[in-house]
Structure formats: C-alpha cells, structure tokens
C-alpha cells in the first residue's frame, strides 16, 4: 500500500490555479522528488500535504487514512514532517533547542524533557551539527540552517518526510554531503519526497521523479526517461534545462556514495 | 565549552537562584514588619504587588507572540462578577474572587479563539476594542451601577496585612506558574508560536491550544486580582476597572523589566510603581509621562529591558551576540 | 362618574369625540411619518457632517500607515496639540482659528518631522510591534505632558460665530460643524490631488507600493518617509484646530481620536489611503444612528467604532473598502 496518495488535488488561489488535478503516490522507503519550473506548485503541494493549506477539491490519505482535513499537528503526529526552502529556524533557541521541539511535540510518543533532549542530541549527530548544538542560531549559515531544517523535521520521527529544497544554494561538496544525508535518511526506513532545482541530486537520488508545470503533472516516472520526454524539456525551455544542469552537475553523480564525510 | 566550566556554570546560576529567592523573600515579608508603624508602606507594596501579578500574567501571554491590550478586560471582569456575587448572592469575598478569575478565563478562552487569526498589530488593536466594548457596556448597564460603578464589601474585614498576605500569594501562585512554564515543554511551544506559528503546527505543535491556554492562565491571574483591587478599594467602577493605564502598565513593566521571562516583569513592575510613586508625590496628575518615556526610551535603547543591561554587565568578559528585539527575531 | 340622565348628551359626546380621535390618529400617522422622516433626515445631516473632522483625522494616519507602514499611536496627540495651539492663539492673540490653521499645519509638520528623525527613523527595520510600542510611548508622553502643563481641565475659545446656526429647509445646523465639514472635507479632497497629480504625492504612492523598487527608481526614500510622517502630523494638527473651533481642547481628546481613526482605517483596510472617506461615513452615520434610534443612544455611541473594529477585523480583516 502506498503511504501518501494525493488523489486529484486542485488549488487555487483567487483566479490562480497552483495545483490541477494533481495525483501521485510515494510509497514507503521510496525516494521521490517533484521537479518542475518555478511557479509550477510544488510548494503549494509541500503546503498542501502538510496541512497548511486546504486543497479546493481532492483528498489526501496517509498510510491508509483520509488526511484531507487534519490539522497540521495532527498530520505531524501521524508521521509527516517537512522542511521549508526558506529556512525557518526558531529564532531565541539554541540549535539543539530547535530540534527538541520535535523530539517533544512532533509525535505521540511522551517524552520527558531529558530523553528529548538525550533523543534531540543523537539527531545532530546524525545531521553534523553536534559542534554547533549550543549555538543560538542567529548567525548560522545556509548550509547549517539547511542541515538544521532536516534535523528539526526528522526528531519528529517522520515516516515520510518532505524536503524542499535543502541542496539549493550549496556549494559541490555540501550539496554531496546532503545527499548523503538524504540517503542515510531513507536507508533509516523514511520515506522521502522531495522538491529540488539541483538535478544532479535529483537524478542521484530519486527512485521516482514527477514534473509538474502550470500546477498539472505532466510527466512521471525514472529520471532518465522523464529527463527525455520532449513536453518536459520544452516546460523547461527558457529554465536551466534539465539536460543540460544534469550534465554540468554531473561531476557529482559518480562520487555521490561518498559524501558521508560528516 | 568544556564540561568543567559547564558545571561550574550551572552551579553559579543556582547559587544566583537561591540568592534571588532570599531577597525576594526578605522584599515580601518587610511590607509586613515596617508596615506595623508606617501603614503608608504596606499600602504601597500591596499596590507594587498588584502591578507585578498583572505584569508577570501578562507576559506569560505575550510569549505565545499575543501582543494584548485587554488585559484591563479581564481585571474589570474579574472585579465586576465578584462585588456582583457578593453583593448579590451573598458569596463569601474570597470565593467571589475565585469566580471573577474563572469569569475572566472564560472570557479570555471566547477572546482567544475569536481572536487566532489576528497577528500582531491587528491583535493589539482588536483586544484594546473588546476591552473597551466592555467598559462601555458596564458603563450603560443598571445592575453594573452605571458609570458611578459599585460600592464592595471589603476583604477579610478590611485588615490590611491579611490583605497583603493575600495578593502576596497571588503573586506567588503567578511567580511559580511562570517559572514552571518557563523549565518545561510549553516554553518550547510558546517561544515557537511566538516565532513562526506555521512552523510551529507543521512541528506538531497544537498551536490553537497553547494560545488559548496561555490567554486563559493570563486572564486568570488579571480576574482574581481585578477581583482582589475592588475588595480592597471598596469601591468599583467602569473607568478605573477597565482603565487603560492597566493594561498598559501591565506591558510597560515586562518591556522595561526584560520580556518572557520570570524576573524581568517583577522587576519592571517594582521599578515602575516605584518611581511612579516618586513622581506622584512631586507632581500631582500627569505622572503617568514617566511610561511614556520609559516606554520609548526601552525601545529605542534597551530593546532586552533591565535583565538584558544585566545580561549584558555580566558577559562583558565573553560578548554574545544579541539574542532578539522586544519583540522576536528579524521579521 | 357620568350619570345615567346625561347618557345622551354623554353617547353623542362620545361620538364626538371618537370622530375626534379618529380624525387625530390621521393626524398623527402623518405627523409621525413626517417626523420620523425628519429624524431620518437629521441623523444623517449629523452623521453625514461628523465625517468630515474624521475623514481628516483618519487620512493622516492613513498615510503614515500607507507610506511608511507605520500605525502611530500618536497621531491623536497630534490633534490634541493642535487643539491648544488653536485655543492659545485665540486667546492670546485673537487669532482665528480659521487663519492659524497654517501655523497648526507647520508647527505639526516640524514637530512630526523632528519625532520622526528621533526616534521612528530607528524603529523602521524593527518588528512592528516595537513601532507601535515606540509611538504609544510617545503617545502617552504628550498626552501626560499636556496634563502636567495645562491641567486636565478642558479649553474653550469663545469664538464669535461658535454658538450660530443655519437653518437649511427644515433642519437647523450649528454653523462651526457646516464650516468644519466643508473645511476638512476640502482638505481632505485637496490632499487626494496632491497624492495623485505632484511628484512628491507620485514619489510617495511608489514608496506605499514598493520600498525597494522606488529607491532604485532614486526616489529618497528617507526623505519621502519624513514627509509623509510630518504631513501626517500637520494633517492632525489642522485637524486640532478644527476641534478649537468647534469644541474643546483637553489633554483627553487625543486617544479617542486615534482611537477612532483606527477604526476608520480598519474598515478601509490599513493602509487604503483612497477609503478613508467612505469609512469615515460608516462611522460618522452608525454612531448618529445609534444616538438617535437607540434609549441612552449617547452613552451606547461611545462604543460603535470598537464594535466596528471588532466586527471588520473579524469578519473581513482587509477591510471594507479595497
């Protein structure tokens, strides 16, 4: 069984569409990610899925069950976490601060102060950022703040987790040790759904790639058979092609198993 | 910072504790003492006390990000139920004032769910309109008393140390709730609604939930003490209950005292009473210029209140960069 | 009482006088229906020339709101000042209020210009609650000032023409609130053509549309916001005189009327410079409507523009008018 499955979501927002009929599924351990244009409604579907917006028509179920109108925390409780492209630390708490927020309200499981924190240190380790834990996080930069989103999001032990846009913005070497992560995530039984720009990323990491453009999917299926199908490189025409970041990028396609350096 | 120079942190910091508790507690009980000779005194630290439980109430509701104007809403409220209750029903005063404060929570509970949407600015503007609705309604009312208010029974027959005693109590109650909230789970909630409410809920926060809760805890302590005023006055009415000096004494003390914590509200408040008090005895009326400026001088110079220049003496020898204006992070 | 030997004389009377009765409830239903449709009439005159000082008022604020996204708490001190301005003129020097209008309008606009050089100028990138907290501080600042400096007992100037009236048709009108309207009405329209037509109104709508964009149009956005915020002072301040002419000044009048410009803005949508007008309508004829229609309608007034506030920012927080 599928454990998301958007079944013909629809958007709008005032006379905009930003998601048309839109259906997909992830199943459980699967790394998919969602490409298109800017403007195409990939965020809007992020928002969609992690209830912080509600669809106009269509439902969404969770392993099974129609989440189509829980709230967001109970969506997180069931086990959707996510991240945000702009990266939205709780400002006034320390690193680790940040990330115990999930380990004490992101599930059902009731954690004591202490195992939160004990469970929230074990975390960054896990994302490299136990030198930073006590660190306010005014002051951090991208790629920390990057790392410290999927920190956040995965102490509150999700069973899908959707990252937006976690490898823009990196430099070669983060960008790797983000898929790395990424993968070390997956490998931990977390589903992934991802929203990327970074091709090279996309195509090392996804078993399953959608594309959507004008908030319609239009493509769905391997990288390298979605990357070829001419009505995607013509959405993309005028975009960075996706051939074309593919190949550019590519340098990191082969070495990409090795970006475990934490 | 190594384990070492951690523990020894963390040892200073309960010496600091233990430290504040003793003065603190020297502060409570000296009202009492000086108070047996000089009445005036005791008079004046029952009013400090009153400034500080509003104070530290309200700022248990401003770390959810909920900037209000009502808190006189529900300090009016408070007093209004319980000189109606014992007046009319013949409630004893202490239990009248329980009910003011549970009149207040539930109208804060209506207040806080009407009011989720609103954010920021919008929030304060909407709370300052319920809470003078409300005066003018009690204004327009017969069985409020109109705008000649009402006339109430006094407090434990009006002995003023077992008055003491009692708001000393509030204020202790409030202290301790504040404390708790700030060592435990909800200040991680509260301090993420204040700063992203979105996120907050996509973290499983239940984000509805703690604002509500936070504006009930507020609202309790603002009911009973509206309560406590009247019963010690003799006397209420619809401008003095539901006055906007209360409501903006209660934000001008955590401001100047340092926001979301324990200390900086009580501080803000003795401070402010206090000099307030000063002023009142060399200038007869307008006294209230000194919130005026403490207020603007606050914002343009001491965004973090007293604690922050505290703070700030303090880690002279290691500069930390500043952790946030009055009022969160960067927007 | 009416014995049995009069019941003639008593039916025929009572006929009579039923006759009269019925000839009376005529009467009366015209009566009534010609009344209720002068009340009608009269509630609106009311409602219709309060909006004109409110449209004033408001529109200040709206700018300050507008063009530099900052809601001053203390735009009603502003009037306020503007107020005493007018009652020390008068009485000092026999100035009329309607001439000292451009001496309020420059003495606001120096003091607005200056406040906003000291100390709103640092609060510009700050959270706005800080701004708000900034501008009430300044707020109770004045208000307390002008107790501590002029007592809190209110001001009248007895001005020659301020007791008479007009009388248009059937209604009567006291003059200084006909003057009043028509004045701030005019400036109000007058302030409307200068947003819309010069280059400094057309720098200042670029500056409400898009900060960045109009500073790289090399628009000084500095000073634009400096003399949007001095405008907006001296618009209150003109409005004060207005308050020296018609009414009181008193240290108390300036709450309530940012009170109620708030309202006013609120329901045009903040920062909706272009609604002010017709909001301040809704206010001027809800309050008269609840003055003439309700029992103790005066004391219920008082609290229209907090239901006001209250009904728009929960139920159509954009406000009415965009």
């Known amino acids: ?262 | 910072m190594s384990a070492g120079r951690a523990e020894r942190s963390v040892r200073g910091r309960g010496g600091a504790r233990a430290a504040i508790l003793v003065v603190l507690l020297i502060a409570a009980v000296l009202p009492l003492w000086v108070g047996r000779t000089q009445p005036y005194f005791l008079q004046l630290s029952l009013n400090i006390l009153i400034f500080a439980v509003l104070a530290v109430s309200w700022d248990i509701l401003a770390r959810t990000g909920q900037l209000s104007l009502a808190h006189a809403a529900f300090y009016g409220l408070g007093g209004y139920t319980s000189v109606l209750l014992v007046t009319r029903a013949g409630v004893p005063v202490l239990i009248g004032m329980l009910a003011g404060g549970v009149v207040a929570v539930i109208a804060a509970a209506a207040l806080g769910v009407l009011t989720l949407r609103l954010r920021g600015i919008y929030f304060a503007i909407g709370t300052l309109a319920f809470s003078e609705t409300l005066r003018v309604i009690t204004k327009q009312l017969q069985f409020t008393g109109g705008s000649s208010g009402l006339v109430a029974p006094p407090l434990l027959g009006g002995a003023l140390p077992s008055q003491y005693l009692v708001i000393l109590s509030i204020l202790g109650l409030v202290l301790l709730v504040s404390w708790q909230i700030n060592r435990s789970r909800w200040h991680f909630a509260f301090t993420a609604i204040r700063t992203n409410e979105e996120v907050a809920a996509v973290m499983g926060i239940d984000v509805i939930r703690f604002k509500v809760l936070a504006f009930a805890i507020s609202a309790f302590f603002a009911g009973i003490t509206g309560a406590f005023y009247a019963h010690v006055f003799l006397f209420i009415n619809p401008f003095e209950a539901y006055s906007l000096a209360v409501s903006v004494g209660a934000l001008v003390a955590p401001i100047l005292g340092g926001l979301y914590s324990t200390i900086g509200p009580l501080l803000g408040a003795v401070a402010l009473r206090a000099g307030e008090e000063v002023l009142r005895s060399t200038i007869r009326s307008g006294y209230l210029i000194i919130y005026g400026l403490i207020l603007s001088v606050v914002i343009l110079y001491l965004p973090r209140g007293l604690l922050g220049v505290w703070a700030g003496l303090v880690a002279r020898r290691a500069p930390r960069p500043a952790r946030e204006g009055a009022w969160g992070g960067p927007r | 009482m009416a014995g049995r030997d009069l019941g003639r004389e008593a039916r025929v009377s009572r006929t009579v006088q039923s006759l009269d009765a019925v000839r009376l409830t005529v009467s009366d239903a015209t009566r009534d229906r010609e009344a209720a449709i002068e009340t009608f009439v009269q509630m609106l005159i009311f409602g219709i020339l309060r909006s004109g000082l409110y449209s004033l008022t408001s529109v200040g604020l709206a700018l300050s709101v507008g063009v530099i996204g900052i809601i001053n708490f203390a735009h009603g001190e502003f009037l306020m000042l503007g107020a005493y301005l007018g009652y020390w003129l008068f009485v000092s020097y026999g100035i009329d209020p309607l001439a000292a209008i451009p001496i309020a309008a420059i003495a606001l606009f120096a003091l607005g210009g200056a406040l906003y050089r000291l100390g709103i100028q640092r609060v510009l990138r700050a959270p706005e609650l800080n701004q708000m907290l900034l501008t009430f501080g300044i707020s109770i600042f004045l208000q307390n000032l002008a107790i501590i400096l002029w007592t809190g007992d209110p001001r009248t100037a007895a001005i020659s023409y301020k007791a008479r009236a007009v009388t248009l048709g059937a209604f009567t009108v006291g003059f200084p609130q006909l003057l009043v309207f028509a004045l701030a009405m005019a400036l109000t329209l007058s302030l409307y053509a200068v947003l819309g037509r010069s280059r400094i109104g057309k720098a200042m709508r670029a500056v409400a549309q898009n900060r960045l964009g109009a500073s790289l149009l090399g628009i000084d956005v500095d000073r634009i916001y400096l003399l949007a915020f001095g405008l907006s002072a001296a618009l209150a301040g003109t409005a004060g005189m207005m308050i020296a002419l018609q009414l009181s000044a008193s240290p108390f009048i300036g709450l309530l009327y940012t009170l109620k410009a708030f309202s006013i803005i609120v329901i045009a949508g903040l920062g909706n410079i272009n609604g002010v007008i017709s909001a301040s309508l809704v206010l001027g004829l809800s309050e008269a409507f609840v003055e003439f229609y309700v029992p103790q309608g005066g004391g219920w007034s008082e609290g229209v523009f907090f239901v006001l506030i209250l009904a728009v920012l929960l139920v159509r927080p954009r406000g009415l008018f965009r």
Request: glycine share 12%; hydrophobic share 45%; with cysteine.
């Open chain 1, 1 to 262: 069984m599928s454990l998301l499955t958007l079944d013909a979501l629809t958007k709008a927002f005032g006379g905009l569409v930003a998601v048309s009929d839109l259906s997909f599924n992830v199943q459980p351990g699967e790394i998919f990610a969602l490409i298109g244009p800017n403007g195409a409604g990939k965020s809007t579907t992020f928002n969609l899925i992690s209830g912080l917006a509600a669809p106009d028509r269509g439902r969404i179920f969770f392993d099974g069950a129609d989440i189509t109108a829980a709230k967001p925390h109970d969506r997180a409780h069931l086990g959707v976490g996510r991240t945000f492209q702009l990266m939205q630390p709780f400002h006034n708490m320390t690193v680790l601060e940040n990330i115990m927020v999930g380990e004490l309200f992101g599930h059902a499981l009731s954690k004591s102060m202490d195992e939160a924190r004990r469970d929230a240190e074990a975390i960054c380790d896990l994302a490299g950022l136990s030198l930073l834990a006590a660190r306010d996080v005014t002051g951090l930069g991208v790629a920390d703040l990057k790392r410290l989103e999927v920190a956040r999001a995965l102490a509150t032990h999700p069973r899908l987790l959707l990252l937006d846009e976690v490898m823009a913005g990196l430099t070669p070497i983060e960008a790797r040790q983000a898929v790395g992560l990424i993968r070390r995530i997956r490998d931990g039984g977390i589903a992934v759904l991802l929203i990327d720009h970074v091709m090279s990323g996309v195509r090392d990491l996804a078993d399953r790639v959608g594309v959507l453009n004008f908030g319609r999917k239009i493509a769905e299926g391997r990288f390298e058979d979605v990357a070829r199908d001419p009505g995607v490189v013509e959405a993309y025409l005028g975009e960075e092609g996706v051939g074309a970041d593919a190949t550019t990028g590519g340098g990191i396609s082969g070495d990409a198993t090795v970006g475990d350096r934490a």
